[in-house]
Every structure is written in C-alpha cells, then in structure tokens.
C-alpha cells in the first residue's frame, strides 16, 4: 500500500495575521505545499463560526482533495 499524500501536520507556524487586527474575510484557507506535503489551515472567528462547523467543511474538503487524489491523471 501507497503512503497517503495527504498528512495533518501539527508544527506551530505562527499567526498569518496580527489577531487583533481587523479581518477583510470571515473565513481564510491558506493553503501551503512544503517537501511534497500539501498543509491547510482554517483561520476564523469562534465568535462567528462554531469549531465544529469549521471541522466539518474541512473534512469535506479533505474528502474532496482525496477524490482529486484518487483519479489518475492522463
């Protein structure tokens, strides 16, 4: 069996934005490929968006990432 390509990482990289500053979206995906790795982080408000509504849409992204994944390209 294939390693997967997709792997959660759990290294600190500090904050893409000053938090108290003001946003210009309600919600960030910043997306990042390093050493062959694609790594995702959802930037967001807890007092707009709940975690587990957050954990939810990104699952789904995942799910979506890894059925790009699965079709062979020609």
Same mark, same amino acid.
């Given at each position: /069996?294939?390693?997967?390509? %997709?792997?959660?990482?759990? /290294?600190?990289?500090?904050? /893409?934005?000053?938090?108290?500053? =003001?946003?210009?979206?309600?919600? +960030? &995906?910043? *997306? *990042? ?6 790594? &995702?982080?959802?930037? +967001? ?5 709940? =975690?587990?509504? %957050? ?9 979506? %990432?890894?059925?790009? %994944?699965?079709?062979?390209? =020609?």
């Amino acid at each position: /069996e294939q390693p997967s390509p %997709i792997r959660i990482i759990s /290294e600190p990289v500090g904050f /893409e934005q000053d938090p108290d500053s =003001p946003r210009s979206a309600l919600l +960030y &995906v910043v *997306a *990042a490929i390093s050493d062959g790795q694609l790594g &995702v982080r959802w930037l +967001y408000s807890r007092g707009l968006h709940r =975690p587990e509504t %957050i954990r939810s849409w990104a699952n789904g992204f995942l799910d979506q %990432i890894r059925t790009l %994944i699965s079709h062979e390209l =020609p």
